[in-house]
């Protein structure tokens, strides 16, 4: 009997321009934005390392250095701050560095995040991996894709993170999955996914894709080669999802956590308020702020 695969490498592709934040990303990466003390990209690299992924390749562009800079060690600063008796600042950083191995790759222009994805093929190679864009964050007790790799273990197939929503004009803003549930909780067979249908197109699921969290078999990367160019003449990881949801099993797993998209500027803000408001240092003088 064939043993079952571990997925133990993630995807982050982080290659996008960060527009919608000029000026400030003029000179830095969008997922290097703070929320608290800490830049969106670290949220989503600990909710992999929280799930048992021990390797993690960022596809990044032209402008990304510092992410590489970020998780990368500096000795120097470290000293610094245990001879000041601050480096309880930098330790959670550290720790995590410790815990998994990190790759670069880069994006040569902005195709879309399809092709962003391809570019990590001959990292992943014929292993299952766990895949996210850098702009979502999610607030989970158990990390979600941790929720979604239990699911992969049961199915051995390729498992989509789902909210539920049951304002229809809400969810012409998403893109939808559509499905059937398969009779285990929150567990849906995918049969196709769209972007931004109009109210009366909807999932009648009312499931929306809450933050862009996947498990890919290898299964994806056919797909992916050969889907057609979308929304701005750019390839799109929704397009190959779907078109594999038509050929092989695909489930989508509504999971338990809060999903702040912090693509703009408002997202952003309102990602930073909750995690504050978590926060027992400052929940109280800002509660009385606000």
């Not at 670290?42 to 596809?59: D, H, K, L, N, W």
């Not at 990590?120 to 979604?148: C, R, Y």
């Not at 803003?173 to 059937?180: A, L, R």
């Not at 912090?262 to 240092?281: N, Q, R, V, Y």
Request: hydrophobic content about 40%; some cysteine.
């Amino acid at each position: 009997m064939s043993k079952k695969p571990q997925v133990r490498k993630g995807v982050i592709i982080v290659a996008g321009l960060g527009t919608r934040f000029l000026p400030a990303t003029k000179a830095m990466p969008k997922e290097m934005l703070p929320i608290l003390d800490k830049p969106v990209v670290q949220y989503i690299v600990e909710e992999m390392v929280a799930s048992g992924i021990r390797e993690i390749i960022f596809v990044t562009s032209w402008n990304k250095r510092s992410i590489e800079d970020h998780f990368d060690r500096n000795h120097d600063q470290e000293f610094f701050l245990k001879e000041r008796g601050k480096y309880d600042r930098i330790e959670a950083l550290v720790e995590l560095t410790k815990k998994v191995q990190f790759f670069y790759t880069r994006q040569s222009s902005p195709k879309g995040n399809g092709d962003a994805l391809l570019c990590a093929k001959e990292f992943v190679g014929d292993e299952p991996f766990a895949f996210s864009d850098g702009d979502s964050v999610i607030d989970a007790k158990v990390p979600v894709i941790k929720q979604l790799l239990k699911v992969f273990d049961k199915k051995q197939a390729s498992v989509i993170g789902a909210q539920r929503l049951t304002d229809k004009e809400a969810m012409t803003k998403y893109g939808n999955i559509y499905g059937k549930p398969t009779g285990e909780d929150r567990i849906y067979r995918v049969s196709k996914f769209e972007e931004k249908p109009d109210i009366e197109h909807v999932s009648p699921e009312g499931l929306i894709v809450g933050g862009m969290r996947y498990i890919f078999t290898k299964d994806i990367w056919p797909f992916l080669e050969k889907v057609r160019k979308g929304k701005d003449g750019e390839l799109w990881v929704a397009d190959a999802a779907h078109a594999l949801a038509q050929k092989k099993k695909f489930f989508a797993y509504e999971y338990n956590g809060q999903y702040f998209d912090t693509g703009d500027k408002l997202s952003l803000l309102k990602a930073t308020l909750h995690f504050a408001m978590k926060d027992d240092e400052i929940r109280e003088e800002l509660g009385a702020f606000l």
